[in-house]
């Protein structure tokens, strides 16, 4: 019995769907625990790519049971898109799709929400996706939520409607001055979503425990980054859940006891979506270079990502909070031809260097970072996959890292295709 969980280690977009894509093929199940459809995980095979939005990305491999947990918000409309786009594709999630029935839905006024509550912020905006992710979390937490299991019960989904629907269009009338949402509407749309959803909607708290127990393989995999959480993150300046290994275990009903693994994915330099500090974001053109060479545009909006020097400050909080066991290392390629390379080792504030990472945006704003410098290398890597064919200074680079962190490199990633990829250890 083995369970690994998967889990970014910076703010987001490590290239998590890549590592769960490739260790899929070992797994019997890929649960998804957090999140919603503001963040996206791409997937290359051969020449084809796929973007996942919601379904966990042991879809694209035939017959894996793939779980949607109830730590993740569901918006039906964009779940049934992902389905039918999988299924023109040749794909067909039947049978091998499973909603938790205690998963919380997105509605039409929690993007309305959304929406509105950027405006009123103004320059003070978070810089969320506006797809209601916030407002639907905030929502669960004040037991005005709407489940999965409402979903099949169309006398419960009108009754959990009405009780919402006036405080809801009170806010947006007289607090935002934004239009209002229609019940009728509203309930008329939802009964076909549930039509279209209830096959899949089932107890999968008791299916992946139960999987665990005899012996199953599961893999678990979360959206956003450690920085991006909700608690431990660089508030408020996050996601609305929690994205770090703990998450998976109220994200899946999943014991911690049923864990055996945390295989945290770090991208070979660090990026950053949206607003919030970033104390080794690049400002130039090597920023750009970076940015243009990674694709370094979020797979869901599109929006660019800040660029910047990989962060070993950042990263060894991630290591605390998460309890890594190893690193899946991503887009070591995108560095070819950089020299020299540098890796932040501590911050310096009012020139004294902290001993950890700070919880005060304020100062994290005004750290400045120590680095230490490394020759690059001009060698082409990418799609190596043996180890030994990586250019002498990339391992060089790779070592500093297992080095500052005290975690084993473990995994390396080469390209977006699946099989450039290095394994140095077997996770199951």
């Excluded at 919603?36 to 379904?55: E, F, P, Q, R, S």
Aim: charge should be neutral; charged fraction near 25%.
């Amino acid at each position: 019995m083995s369970t690994v969980l998967i889990v970014g280690s910076q703010w987001g977009d490590e290239g998590k769907g890549k590592v769960v894509d490739f260790l899929t093929e070992r797994a019997d199940i890929v649960a998804r625990y957090q999140g919603g459809n503001n963040a996206g995980h791409t997937v290359v095979i051969g020449d084809n790519k796929y973007i996942l939005h919601l379904i966990p990305s042991g879809a694209l491999h035939g017959g894996k049971k793939c779980i949607i947990g109830n730590g993740v918000v569901i918006d039906p409309q964009a779940l049934i898109k992902e389905i039918d786009d999988l299924k023109n594709r040749g794909i067909d999630v039947s049978g091998n799709l499973f909603i938790a029935k205690n998963a919380h839905i997105i509605m039409p006024y929690h993007v309305a929400l959304d929406k509105a509550s950027e405006i009123k912020k103004g320059s003070g905006k978070i810089g969320t996706t506006g797809r209601g992710i916030g407002p639907t979390y905030a929502d669960k937490i004040a037991r005005y939520g709407i489940r999965a299991v409402d979903l099949l019960s169309l006398e419960t989904l009108q009754r959990a409607v009405e009780f919402n629907i006036d405080r809801i269009n009170f806010m947006l009338k007289n607090y935002y001055g934004a239009e209002q949402i229609s019940p009728a509407d509203l309930l008329n749309q939802y009964r076909s979503f549930a039509g279209r959803l209830s096959p899949f909607i089932t107890d999968t708290v008791s299916l992946i425990n139960n999987a665990y127990d005899r012996g199953d393989k599961i893999l678990l995999e979360g959206a956003q980054g450690t920085l991006l959480d909700i608690d431990h993150g660089t508030y408020p300046f996050v996601t609305s859940s929690n994205t770090i290994s703990g998450g998976a275990c109220t994200g899946l009903g999943l014991p911690p006891s049923k864990i055996n693994k945390v295989l945290g994915v770090v991208k070979a330099y660090t990026t950053r979506v949206g607003s919030g500090p970033f104390p080794t974001e690049l400002k130039d053109a090597l920023g750009e270079r970076i940015q243009q060479k990674g694709g370094e545009f979020g797979a869901t909006t599109g929006r660019p990502r800040r660029c910047g020097w990989l962060d070993a400050v950042a990263l060894r909080y991630s290591v605390m909070v998460n309890g890594l066991t190893g690193i899946a290392l991503t887009k070591l390629d995108i560095l070819d031809g950089i020299n020299p390379l540098r890796i932040a080792t501590d911050y310096k504030y009012r020139d004294k260097l902290l001993g950890s990472f700070p919880y005060e945006n304020e100062i994290l704003q005004g750290c400045e970072p120590v680095y230490e410098e490394f020759e690059g290398w001009d060698d082409d890597t990418s799609g190596i996959n043996d180890y030994d064919r990586l250019p002498k200074n990339a391992k060089k680079y790779i070592s500093a890292i297992e080095r500052f962190l005290n975690v084993p490199v473990q995994i390396v990633s080469t390209g977006q295709k699946r099989d450039q990829i290095i394994q140095l250890k077997e996770q199951f």
